[in-house]
């Protein structure tokens, strides 16, 4: 056999060998990624909906198939639903299950009694908790170059508004059921800055969130009074202080916003849409 055959068949021989080793590669990394994702909270619901295929979420919870208080509804309501408990869990055969830190406390216990692992979620508290977050699921997901992407689109939109901000910001304060606000410590608070906007609760000491009176609403200088509420939601009486006679006369010398709850329950890119819609507001109050 001349030297030229055999250098061509080595040549071929290392060809094959990278060929397969690619294959392997790629198979086991499709291998690692999760198949029948379960998730147990309506925030992780939303980040696995705009993460991963709907052929690889086996379940999320019936919160997201809400249009009042999801913002993915629509693909939720496609996907089986789960209402937290264990036995439900374990009927999906998930290969990763996805929960919040501080909600279905005894179906996550359960579910490590016998064996199955969950990834906790925690609450963000400004925005760059929010985009570690996203990261974090991404990577627990098997779609880094989707966070990636998320991350990016978000980070654009965020300089698109930073443009829009007025030079002397606007003093305002959140109205949320039962008479609460929020201060600082939250993502609120940042949703509120980045839209040009002084968080009058902040001012007045109010460490994320608070019970305030109606008095100091009314008395408390603001612009913009923000009244976060749940559209087209069923009467009660922690939404009866968003329809006070004292906040319709308030109408009259400051700016109401009705904000839906769904912007910013979530740590996610709807909390884009929130900064939007308050930065909107400012601009045709100037």
């Given amino acids: 056999m001349t030297f030229s055959r055999v250098l061509r068949r080595l040549r071929g021989a290392c060809l094959i060998t990278l060929a397969l080793s690619g294959a392997i590669a790629s198979g086991v990394a499709a291998a690692e990624r999760p198949a029948r994702i379960v998730s147990l909270n309506m925030c992780t619901d939303e980040l696995v909906l705009r993460l991963a295929d709907p052929a690889r979420i086996a379940s999320v919870t019936w919160l997201s198939q809400d249009p009042r208080n999801a913002n993915m509804a629509e693909a939720a309501r496609r996907i089986p639903a789960n209402h937290g408990l264990a036995e439900e869990v374990l009927g999906f055969r998930p290969d990763l299950v996805v929960a919040g830190a501080y909600t279905t406390r005894a179906t996550v216990s359960l579910l490590g009694r016998v064996g199955v692992g969950v990834r906790e979620f925690g609450v963000p508290r400004n925005l760059a908790e929010m985009k570690a977050q996203i ?3 991404a990577d627990a997901l098997g779609e880094p170059a989707r966070g990636q992407a998320l991350l990016a689109g978000i980070e654009q939109r965020l300089q698109a508004l930073a443009a829009r901000r007025v030079d002397k910001p606007l003093r305002a304060i959140v109205l949320r059921p039962s008479g609460f606000t929020v201060g600082r410590g939250s993502l609120v608070d940042e949703i509120l800055t980045r839209a040009g906007l002084v968080n009058i609760a902040a001012e007045l000491g109010v460490e994320s969130y608070g019970q305030i009176a109606l008095e100091t609403v009314a008395l408390g200088r603001a612009e913009i009074l923000i009244l ?3 559209p087209d939601g069923p009467p009660s009486l922690a939404y009866e202080i968003l329809h006070h006679p004292v906040i319709e006369r308030l109408g009259d010398r400051m700016k ?3 904000l839906p709850s769904r912007l910013w329950t979530c740590a996610g890119p709807s909390v884009l849409d929130a900064i939007e819609l308050l930065v ?7």
């Fill in 256 to 258: 109401l916003v009705a």
């Fill in 135 to 137: 990261a974090e699921m």
């Fill in 228 to 230: 976060n509420e749940t």
């Fill in 280 to 286: 909107s507001a400012v601009e045709k109050k100037q």
